[in-house]
């Protein structure tokens, strides 16, 4: 668990991810006011923060909808900026699972290389133990 807690912190450290929400949370808030300004659909603030949330997220309800050429074109840009979003956040998730995976194996080795420091004072039982945890970690690693 530590290990995969030290995994993720450096992952998303690497990835700048503060940074990532911090713009994403403008972006968010900027395009509501634009929408806002643009839309004459889009009566006040709050409505303009549901429809860039609704975008954001792709629920996308209908019961707001930009009418305006551009207000549409504000939230194709937008849409396809958050799409972006997602799918560094899926990149980051997949390369820290990749990372923990690796870190499980490295250990995995480690203990059985610590295993086979203590082979000259194996009995028969322990040996064939060792040679059958040695053909496991060699299909794993294949």
Not at 25 to 30: C, H, S
Not at 39 to 54: E, N, R, V
Not at 78 to 89: K, R, T, W
Not at 91 to 101: S, W
């Amino acid at each position: 668990m530590r290990t995969q807690t030290s995994i993720l912190l450096r992952s998303l450290k690497l990835v700048h991810v503060d940074r990532i929400l911090a713009v994403s949370l403008v972006v968010y808030f900027v395009f509501s006011l634009f929408i806002w300004y643009c839309d004459p659909d889009i009566k006040d603030l709050s409505d303009a923060l549901w429809f860039t949330f609704q975008t954001v997220i792709t629920i996308g309800y209908g019961d707001l909808q930009a009418t305006s050429v551009l207000g549409r074109i504000l939230t194709v840009i937008l849409a396809i900026y958050s799409i972006a979003v997602v799918a560094i956040f899926t990149g980051i998730i997949a390369g820290f699972y990749v990372e923990v995976v690796k870190a499980k194996g490295n250990e995995e080795v480690v203990s059985f290389l610590r295993t086979l420091e203590k082979l000259p004072d194996m009995d028969h039982d322990d040996l064939i133990r060792i040679s059958e945890r040695a053909k496991e970690l060699a299909e794993r690693r294949r």
